[in-house]
T-cell receptor, first 114, second 111 residues
Framework: GDSVTQMEGPVTLSEEAFLTINCTYTATGYPSLFWYVQYPGEGLQLLLKATKADDKGSNKGFEATYRKETTSFHLEKGSVQVSDSAVYFC?????????????FGKGTKLSVIP | NAGVMQNPRHLVRRRGQEARLRCSPMKGHSHVYWYRQLPEEGLKFMVYLQKENIIDESGMPKERFSAEFPKEGPSILRIQQVVRGDSAAYFCASWGSEGYTFGSGTRLTVV
């Protein structure tokens, strides 16, 4: 079955530090890949996505590149801010799964300190 | 996200009671997904519904849980005879041309 593995948290960084959150996946079909962000007490918001190999998703300074050869979709940001503190989820939607539900990783909690 | 409305935001139930969670999808969306988030875990798929039809309930526990999406009104996730292990955040997402849009969730606490 499909699965998503992302680095365990929590991750604590100083403001303006470089961020990488690793994400790898297994899928039976040709998945689309997503990063979602969850702020405390809120639902999930789509951060960025990529639908095919070598696509780069980007938003709000965050980037992730769909690497089919390494089955990875690592999230990066060059300079984090305190407001980036949240839980980040990597997810996939597999074209081979008929109902198109999302499969999520366990989430990585990021805390950015001033 | 204001587009997908879930209520209540917080729900407290005693063991053995019933919990009813509601989800109104974005206007024009007729596909609804329910996910459960246990503490310190990612979201797990529960059920996928279209209007008046359950399309995929492979993630639903076999007992006590049911879902519906009637022709009129919100989608309902019902949990009968709740137990402490049902305490979690339950999220609804609707699917349309924009992709998935998640609601803010219902946080169920069973005491």
């Amino acid at each position: 079955g499909d699965s998503v593995t992302q680095m365990e948290g929590p991750v604590t960084l100083s403001e303006e530090a470089f961020l990488t959150i690793n994400c790898t996946y297994t899928a039976t079909g040709y998945p689309s890949l997503f990063w979602y962000v969850q702020y405390p007490g809120e639902g999930l918001q789509l951060l960025l996505k990529a639908t095919k190999a070598d696509d780069k998703g980007s938003n709000k300074g965050f980037e992730a590149t769909y690497r089919k050869e390494t089955t990875s979709f690592h999230l990066e940001k060059g300079s984090v801010q305190v407001s980036d503190s949240a839980v980040y989820f990597c997810a996939l939607r597999d074209s081979g799964a008929g109902s198109y539900q999302l499969t999520f990783g366990k989430g990585t909690k990021l805390s950015v300190i001033p | 996200n204001a587009g997908v409305m879930q209520n209540p935001r917080h729900l407290v139930r005693r063991r053995g009671q019933e919990a009813r969670l509601r989800c109104s999808p974005m206007k024009g969306h007729s596909h609804v997904y329910w996910y459960r988030q246990l503490p310190e875990e990612g979201l797990k798929f529960m059920v996928y519904l279209q209007k008046e039809n359950i399309i995929d309930e492979s993630g639903m526990p076999k007992e006590r849980f049911s879902a519906e999406f009637p022709k009129e009104g919100p989608s309902i996730l019902r949990i009968q005879q709740v137990v402490r292990g049902d305490s979690a955040a339950y999220f609804c997402a609707s699917w349309g041309s924009e992709g998935y849009t998640f609601g803010s969730g219902t946080r169920l606490t069973v005491v």
